[in-house]
């Protein structure tokens, strides 16, 4: 089993949809929580932390349930530049803080 | 603009070349790694210092040597690869629990 499990895409949605992702890591352990984004031959970049309380930000919510293991995230009325790969990245201490990251999702939004 | 910078931006090397890659942040961070990408991928984790010390090596062949010089720099040297090692080379640095990204070092091996 991979550590951390993303949907598979690709996801093709109209502009202003609601999208949702899910991720599970295996990991009891795991400590910190993020998404990441990555637009094609580029860096990722966080898009945002995950709690146990959920956080919103603006279009963007994110949800923790360590109980399942499970981590989402929900975008809003799609924007044309939403399009790229979503990570969802999960970080623990094995001997060492080691940052794992999920296969990603890909988000294509049309117009 | 990434506050990791990372060198070269792309290199072309045959399977008898020596060459390194390098990378730097000035955030303060204690903490740097070596990710590696292929097309369509996400980043494997490679190589974790912390404080300066190799704390994670997930079982990367020894045809790729990190080194740590001081906090703010972070190499991979590269010697005898393959063709498979062809990839996007990442080094990202992190403070308390974001990592911060370098543009990436696209490596080609001949």
């Known amino acids: 089993r991979k550590e951390v499990e993303q949907d598979p895409g690709p996801f093709n949605v109209p502009e202003g949809a609601t999208v949702a992702f899910n991720c599970t890591y295996s990991?009891?352990?795991?400590?910190?929580f993020f998404w990441y984004r990555q637009d094609c031959r580029k860096e990722p970049k966080l898009l945002m932390s995950?709690?146990?309380s959920g956080n919103e930000d603006g279009r963007f919510t994110a949800q923790l349930n360590r109980a399942s293991q499970y981590i989402s995230l929900l975008i809003r009325d799609s924007k044309l530049s939403d399009s790229a790969t979503y990570l969802c990245?999960?970080?623990?201490?094995?001997?060492?803080?080691?940052?794992?990251f999920g296969a990603g999702t890909r988000l294509f939004v049309k117009a | 603009d990434t506050e990791v910078t990372q060198t070269p931006k792309h290199l072309v090397m045959g399977m008898t070349n020596k060459k390194s890659l390098k990378c730097e942040q000035h955030?303060?961070?204690?903490?740097m790694y070596w990710y590696k990408q292929k097309a369509k991928k996400p980043p494997e984790l490679m190589f974790v210092?912390?404080?300066?010390?190799?704390?994670i090596n997930e079982s990367v062949p020894s045809r790729f040597s990190p080194e740590c010089p001081n906090s703010s720099l972070l190499n991979l040297h590269l010697h005898a690869l393959q063709p498979e090692d062809s990839a996007l080379y990442l080094c990202?640095?992190?403070?308390?629990?974001?990592?911060?990204f370098g543009e990436g070092s696209r490596l080609t091996v001949l």
């Open positions: 990202a640095s992190s403070g308390a629990g974001e990592l911060f």
């Open positions: 990991n009891s352990a795991s400590q910190s």
């Open positions: 995950v709690y146990s």
């Open positions: 990245v999960v970080e623990g201490y094995t001997g060492g803080f080691k940052t794992i």
């Open positions: 955030m303060g961070h204690r903490a």
């Open positions: 210092y912390s404080y300066e010390k190799l704390s």
